[in-house]
């Protein structure tokens, strides 16, 4: 399996719901990453885990909650979102241990849209 | 941070060779060059990484000058499959795992 698979593909929510956005792989990747992406704009990191632990936050807001219960699950937790969170939601993963030596494996993204 | 340059579009005839350059002037001596692309809709594909040497794969060849401050990514027969934005990236390693995207290059395969 090489492949990162992330569901739903599409999510459109209110701004007072809360959603989870789940990504799974099982190439024995000890890294994981949360993506956002705007229209006709490149991909910005938001978060990066490390054997399971959180290892980088860019100054995400707090209304973006990362979890990682297993190496080969990472869940975005949404809640209280506004309008302009609207964007594809990309996770990645690669090696750990080497990180100068491998490319990312990313998934095909969340389209998310609040409403 | 290394930063990187790119053209913001290019045109490729298809089955002709795609030559796309990127600057990056500052970038220090372990820094890896990453290269990867994406098709409209998709997440980003890595294509090809290098230090120094030239590297080869079965999607492109990287061309790295001897100081290291640009690279050129080709791909020998572009097709219109081809046609995506490519980024080049300098791997940032600070005490954790960072791939920061730039710009990229947009390039248009044409029949």
């Known amino acids: ?115 | 941070d290394a930063k990187t340059t790119q053209p913001p579009s290019m045109d490729c005839a298809e089955g002709r060779a795609a030559n796309l350059p990127c600057n990056h002037s500052t970038i220090s001596g372990n820094e890896y060059v990453y290269w990867y692309r994406q098709i409209h809709s998709q997440g980003p594909q890595y294509i090809i990484h290098g230090l120094k040497n030239n590297e080869t794969n079965e999607m492109a060849s990287l061309i790295i000058t001897e100081d290291r401050k640009s690279s050129t990514l080709i791909l020998p027969h572009a097709t219109l499959r081809d046609t995506a934005v490519y980024y080049c990236i300098v791997r940032v390693d600070t005490g954790g795992f960072k791939t920061i995207f730039g710009a990229g290059t947009r390039l248009f395969v044409k029949a």
């Open chain 1, 1 to 115: 399996d090489t492949e990162v698979t992330q569901t739903p593909k599409h999510l459109v929510m209110g701004m007072t719901n809360k959603k989870s956005l789940k990504c799974e792989q099982h190439m024995g990747h000890r890294a994981m990453y949360w993506y956002k992406q705007k229209a006709k704009k490149p991909p910005e990191l938001m978060f990066v885990y490390s054997y399971e632990k959180l290892s980088i936050n860019e100054s995400v807001p707090s209304r973006f909650s990362p979890e990682c219960p297993n190496s080969s699950l990472l869940n975005l937790h949404l809640h209280a979102l506004q309008p302009e969170d609207s964007a594809l939601y990309l996770c990645a993963s690669s090696q750990a241990g080497r990180p100068k030596d491998y490319g990312y494996t990313f998934g095909s993204g969340t389209r998310l849209t609040v409403v």
